[in-house]
Structure formats: C-alpha cells, structure tokens
C-alpha cells in the first residue's frame, strides 16, 4: 500500500470556521492532488501540487486554498467553510515522471459543515 | 460539462456472469485512462489502465477495451464475483498530470 496518511478522518464543523485538512506521503512523490466526492459528481480535482511551492487549480477551486512546503506535506485549507463543502476529500499522489501512472488514494477524510 | 461520462449509475449481475461497465470521454487530447474500484469507507484502488495506442488490455478475469474513434472505453469482469460489488471510477488524462474521473458505476454482484 501506498504511504498516504490524511488527517483528521471525520470532522464535523460549523459555518464560517477554517478547516485545514494535512496529507502525508511517505513515497517521496513528485505530484500530489486534492478531490473531493459526491453523489453524482464522482471524483473531482480540487488543486494538485507538481513540486514544492509549486501547485495549480483543478475544476472545483473556489472556497479552496493549499499550500505545499515539503515533499511530503500537502494541505488543503477551506478559509471560511460552507454546507456546500460537506463531502469526503481524498488526497491522492502520482510518481508521474514523464509516463502517464496511475495515483494512488489516501483513505479520504469526511468533513461535515454545519 | 462532464469530460467523462458513465451513464449508468448502477448495474446488477449474476455472480459467474460478465460485467460490462462503459465509459465514455469528450476531450480528445485524453491519451490514458484507468479504471478504479472504490469500497465504502475506502480510497479508490488501482484496477486497470489503457494507453491510447492500444486497443485492448488484460489482467486476469478485467480487460478494458478502448475505442478512439467512438471516444469510447469498457471494462469487462469474467467471471463476476460478489467481491467485485463496488463503485467502479473511468478515468483520463493527457500527459499524466490532471486525471479527470466520470461520476462512478456502482456494480452489485448477486449471488
């Protein structure tokens, strides 16, 4: 199994309050993603992370930050959480180093906003 | 607007039958694509991928089919187990980077 860790695993908080959801890698991979899953929507790219400091949007952005300043720490920040954003967030990471591979999942983290 | 479309949100089937799960994509630029299965309480894992120069992949009782032309990817389960009862993910990319996931199929395997 791959060395993804996501924390907290369940958190449950109210309107307007920031949340920081932390993934860990131990696979010293190069790219790392954020998604988030709902009903109907499947997986969707929230940001990713290509390298150190180095991170772009993916399709769902807005109301999200991240910051990446070690290999192995990617964090997603939700400033001012909404209802909108209740939804399971996984981290996944990729070793993408010129062949397309294949991402692997953390065990997803369940954020219920109130 | 969805780039990978799985229209069928669920599908049942006899345990020992195939299973046939179809995806289909609308950017052409797409050059990879991958099944994932994903349990309850669980992250998705890995089941199977394609590049776009072939037309066929095989491991074991799981082989996808991809038709360019059509835009077009299937994956078959033969024979179906209970164990396969999940949610099944179609997934592309273009040079590896972004993987872009349709809405999932969830398949019952009945006994």
């Known amino acids: 199994d791959a060395g993804i860790t996501q924390s907290p695993r369940h958190k449950v908080t109210e309107t307007g309050t920031p949340v920081t959801l932390r993934c860990h890698q131990t696979e010293n991979h190069r790219y790392m993603y954020w998604y988030r899953q709902d009903p109907g929507h499947g997986l969707r790219l929230i940001h990713y992370s290509y390298g150190v400091k180095d991170t772009d949007k993916g399709e769902v952005s807005d109301g999200y930050s991240v910051s990446r300043s070690k290999t192995e720490d990617f964090l997603l920040t939700l400033e001012s959480a909404t209802s909108s954003q209740t939804s399971v967030y996984f981290c996944?990471?990729?070793?993408?180093?010129?062949?397309?591979?294949?991402?692997?999942f953390g065990e997803g983290s369940r954020l219920t906003v109130l | 607007d969805q780039q990978v479309k799985q229209n069928s949100p669920s599908l049942s089937v006899q345990e020992g039958r195939i299973s046939i799960l179809n995806c289909d994509y609308t950017?052409?630029?797409?050059?990879?694509f991958l099944w994932y299965k994903k349990y309850p309480a669980e992250g998705p894992t890995f089941l199977i991928s394609i590049s776009s120069i072939k037309d066929k992949n095989e491991d074991g009782r799981f082989t996808v089919f991809l038709n360019k032309s059509a835009k077009h990817l299937s994956l078959h389960i033969v024979p179906s187990q209970p164990g396969d009862s999940a949610v099944y993910f179609c997934?592309?990319?273009?040079?590896?980077?972004?993987?872009?996931f349709g809405p999932g199929t969830r398949l019952s395997v009945l006994p």
């Open positions: 997934a592309a990319t273009a040079y590896g980077q972004n993987f872009v």
């Open positions: 950017n052409s630029m797409f050059d990879y």
């Open positions: 996944a990471i990729s070793a993408f180093s010129g062949n397309p591979g294949e991402l692997f």
